[in-house]
């Protein structure tokens, strides 16, 4: 997944947040580390992709089925 828009975003907050600055800084932070843990999730799945080609070689259904399974087990079935 590209963060292309992540800078802008986090730049757009500023304007928008005007209760001040105690709540513009706490808004950036959790802004902040949502963005480290989409991070972090999306290096998971391509970490377990990696594996699971490594495991089931060219077989694409079952890489993808690796995939899902994990999204499934940490996100919970949505």
């Given at each position: 997944m590209a963060y292309e828009?992540?800078?802008?975003?986090?730049?757009?907050?500023?304007?928008?947040?005007?209760?001040?600055?105690?709540?513009r800084h706490e808004a950036m932070k959790e802004l902040q580390e949502v963005?480290?843990?989409a991070k972090a999730w999306?290096?998971?799945l391509f970490s377990v992709k990696e594996d699971a080609k490594n495991e089931?070689?060219?077989?694409?259904d079952?890489?993808?089925?690796?995939?899902?399974?994990?999204?499934k087990i940490f996100m919970g079935d949505e």
């Open positions: 828009y992540e800078e802008l975003i986090l730049h757009d907050v500023k304007p928008l947040t005007n209760p001040g600055p105690p709540f963005y480290r843990k999306d290096n998971y089931f070689g060219d077989n694409e079952l890489v993808k089925h690796a995939v899902e399974l994990n999204e």
